[in-house]
Nanobody, 124 residues
Framework: VQLQASGGGLVQPGGSLRLSCAAS????????MGWFRQGPGKEREFVAG????????DYADSVKGRFTISRDNAKDTVYLQMNGLKPEDTAVYFC??????????????????WGQGTQVTVSS
């Protein structure tokens, strides 16, 4: 199983990035998907999640209204559109796949697979 995250980079405050996470080796459409991040000197934290069908989403309070998670089950890919980026969004972003009934944060307490991470740096 592979979760290949991409799309990170350096962006100025207020800018936008779109992260992608392409899955292979698993039946993508039955997994709830999430994005997490780990900033310098911080613990990994939940950012956004989307149910296996795409019908439900959830966000950390710190990103609500700025970030949007989506998925394309035909392409086995989950996305994170990040707008209005702030320096405090600087982190390594990881995608995660989790089986189970959709309920945040419970469903992501037992992640089945993690991606390798992509660096997002917000700085002027």
């Amino acid at each position: 199983v592979q979760l290949q995250a991409s799309g990170g980079g350096l962006v100025q405050p207020g800018g936008s990035l779109r992260l992608s996470c392409a899955a292979s080796g698993l039946t993508f459409s039955i997994y709830n998907m999430g994005w997490f991040r780990q900033g310098p000197g911080k613990e990994r934290e939940f950012v956004a999640g989307i149910s296996w069908s795409g019908g439900s989403t959830d966000y950390a309070d710190s990103v609500k209204g700025r970030f949007t998670i989506s998925r394309d089950n035909a392409k086995d890919t989950v996305y994170l559109q990040m707008n209005g980026l702030k320096p405090e969004d600087t982190a390594v972003y990881f995608c995660a796949a989790a089986r189970g009934t959709w309920s945040v944060p419970r469903v992501f307490r037992a992640v089945n697979y993690w991606g390798q991470g992509t660096q997002v740096t917000v700085s002027s």
